[in-house]
């Protein structure tokens, strides 16, 4: 009578020090040292697998992705994808972090909504609501990317696309208070704090209502210097992708400020400083005056809620390029001599 077949799949040590899975006559490589968490963890998945089929994937057991090997592709990825200077890969950095940190060693297939939903509990330590949703659907994106690359069964995005976002007031959640305008005072309180380069930075800021990113990657060859307002057009921005146009106005109260400083190349920047160098900046002054610290992209709220007062809502939109779907039909008349017109409108005939 031959030797009864093993129930089980057996985990063995390879001769260079890895870990191997067996079953009926197969051998497969496991990835890591042999008994390290991730070696244990592939087999475990192998065995799950064995357990649901009957056999052995036909692919090595080391191109089973987890977790963190698709985190950390994804985040390779996104640094060449999105454009220069975007902070979206860092935010999608906050958001894969604690899904990482929770389940990372598991295989990207083994994940399913529940492991989601603690994923987004445990950022609700840190984080409100709206963020905390914001950021379980960047990683459902991320296991979309999964998908189109082959690493992660659509199945299985599927399933944690089919996840609700917390609604107001549920899990012991509160919602921060919406993000407004920085108040004249507080602007004027730092403008007297801050050296001259920032001083002048934050006033071309508040003028022309740009993107943080936007701003600071601001070169002369991108700027339209003919007539009383400059314009500005982004080499990349945040709407590019939607194949939108950028037109960012410069008022002529700020053109001296950036003649005076302009760079000796058309390729240099106005002002060589990174998004957190910038916030940073303003923090500490915030934190000398002992005021509320406010964040720069606050000067675009500023200047949205004064536009809207002087030329309407839809003009405002077009002047600061809203990106969100309820006004995304200005684009569809962002011109030069539209964005000039709404200058004129704005600063003509005035002191501001």
């Known amino acids: 009578m031959g ?98 940190d929770l389940f990372g060693l598991k295989g990207v297939d083994e994940i399913r909504p529940a492991e989601l939903r603690a994923v987004r509990s445990s950022m609700l330590k840190s984080v409100c609501r709206k963020t905390a949703n914001r950021r379980a659907t960047q990683i459902v994106r991320v296991f979309r990317w999964g998908v189109q ?47 001259d380069r920032t001083k002048d930075l934050l006033r071309v800021h508040r003028a022309t209502g740009a993107r943080s990113g936007e701003l600071l990657a601001m070169t002369p060859a991108q700027v339209d210097m003919t007539g009383t307002d400059w314009l500005y057009s982004p080499i990349d921005h945040k709407t590019k992708r939607r194949k939108k146009d950028r037109i960012i106005g410069i008022p002529r109260t700020v053109v001296p400020i950036l003649l ?53 809502e839809e003009a405002a939109a077009t002047l600061l390029s809203v990106s969100n779907e309820k006004t995304a039909k200005v684009y569809a008349r962002v011109t030069p001599e539209g964005v000039r017109a709404i200058l004129e409108q704005i600063y003509g005939g005035t002191e501001r």
């Open 260 to 312: 005076a400083r302009m760079p000796e190349s058309k390729e240099e920047r106005w002002f060589p400083l990174k998004v957190n160098s910038y916030y940073n900046a303003v923090k500490r002054a915030c934190l000398k005056a002992k005021i509320p610290v406010w964040h720069p992209h606050q000067l675009r709220h500023a200047l949205a809620t004064e536009a809207k007062k002087i030329v309407g």
């Open 149 to 195: 690359e082959g690493i992660v069964h659509v199945d299985t995005w599927k399933a944690l696309e089919s996840v609700d976002p917390i609604p107001p007031g549920r899990e012991g959640t509160e919602d921060y208070e919406p993000i407004g305008p920085v108040s004249d005072e507080h602007f004027r309180i730092v403008m007297d704090i801050v050296i």
């Open 3 to 100: 030797r009864p077949l093993n129930a089980h799949p057996t985990y063995l040590r390879h001769a260079d020090g890895t870990g191997r899975i067996y079953w009926r006559g197969q051998f497969r490589n496991l990835p890591g040292p042999y008994q390290s968490p991730e070696s244990l963890a592939a087999f475990h998945q192998l065995c799950a697998i064995v357990a649901a089929t009957g056999a052995l994937p036909i692919t090595d057991v080391a191109k089973i992705f987890t977790v963190a090997e698709l985190a950390s592709r994804f985040l390779d990825h996104a640094k060449t994808d999105y454009r220069p200077g975007s902070q979206e890969p860092l935010y999608l950095g906050y958001a894969l972090k604690p899904m990482v």
